[in-house]
């Protein structure tokens, strides 16, 4: 019984991320099944001829370069890693916007601009002109980034100024510290969604903002998980007035993998008298 578990649980798992992922004409078929059809989300992968993940994978198995647990251990990774940092930078982005009236209605203003009076959901073409919105997520990751810390392990010795750092090192680089230097950062503590207009961003190091880390090994997720930020800030503000209940000098961190309060961050939503 106990050695039929493990199988059951492949399948079962597996099974269902499949069935909500890949389209139920033909998994593997994609472009195939998608012909004709011009909704934008499709011609993402039809026109671009891209291959959604999940089709990825079941191609390396047929050609037995991974096997169902290898895609089972991916998926896993996926979820973790795309599910409680995107919980974690919200939780963040909504306190900052709560606490920062003033920024939160330009955030507002900006929507009204974009989607008018009507009550339509967000299109990709409207996620891309959140320009504002995009701003104030980059600012609220960098002063609280959901992954405040990554390591490495040095393969061969870097000579850092005039540090040597010797092979077989273990080293952490701390995202929140760096992203908190007032040598990068005048006035580190404050909300400044300003921090990311093309002509700031330019005078800064590439890497002296990485909630996303940087170099080959960075994260997969990062377009992704800002349009899942926008999406959501986005219907959030079309339709709440946030108001301050935690404030950041409240926040006290836990150690984790994950930035993580140790008490619940509370927003207080009104609803929009003129939502849209
Ligand atoms: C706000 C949201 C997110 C943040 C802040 C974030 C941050 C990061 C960071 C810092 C790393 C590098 C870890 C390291 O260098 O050790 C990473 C890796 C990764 N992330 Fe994300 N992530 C986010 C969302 C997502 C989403 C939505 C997905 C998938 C849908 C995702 C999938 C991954 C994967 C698969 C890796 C490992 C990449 C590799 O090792 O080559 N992440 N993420």
Redesign the pocket.
């Known amino acids: 019984m106990l050695r039929k578990i493990p199988g059951f649980k492949d399948t079962f798992l597996i099974g269902n991320v499949l069935e909500i992922c890949l389209p139920p004409e033909n998994g593997i078929n994609f472009f195939e099944a998608v012909e004709g059809r011009d909704d934008e989300y499709i011609m993402m992968y039809a026109k671009k001829k891209r291959t959604a993940m999940l089709d990825l994978l079941i191609l390396a198995q047929q050609e037995g370069l991974i096997n169902s647990i290898g895609i089972e251990e991916e998926v896993d ?2 979820m973790f ?2 599910h409680d ?2 919980a ?2 919200l939780s963040y982005c909504l306190m900052l916007l709560a606490n920062h009236p003033y920024i939160q209605d330009k955030v507002f203003v900006e929507q009204r601009e974009i989607f008018g009076d009507t009550k339509r959901t967000a299109t990709l073409k409207d996620l891309n002109a959140m320009h504002y919105l995009d701003r104030c997520i980059k600012e609220s ?1 960098r002063l609280y ?3 405040p810390f ?3 392990w040095m393969n061969e010795s870097v000579t850092l100024s005039n540090y040597t750092v010797p092979a077989g090192t273990s080293c952490n680089i701390h ?1 929140y510290d760096l992203h908190r230097s007032e040598l990068l950062y005048p006035n580190p503590s404050l909300f400044d969604p300003d921090r990311f207009l093309p002509e700031n961003v330019a005078k800064r190091h590439h890497y002296a903002y ?4 940087a170099g ?7 377009k ?2 800002m349009m ?2 926008k999406s959501i800030v986005s219907g959030i503000i079309r339709n709440f007035e946030l108001h301050p209940v935690t404030t950041c000098s409240d926040l006290r961190f836990q150690v984790d993998l994950i930035l993580r309060n140790s008490e619940p961050v509370y927003i207080k939503f009104t609803k929009r008298e003129i939502a849209i």
Do not use: D
Not at 210 to 213: C, D, E, N, V, Y
């Open positions: 990774t996926f890693e795309g940092t995107t974690a930078g990751f980034p959901p992954v990554i390591s490495r995202i990485i909630p996303f880390s080959p090994r960075n994260c997969i997720g990062q992704f998980a899942v930020m």
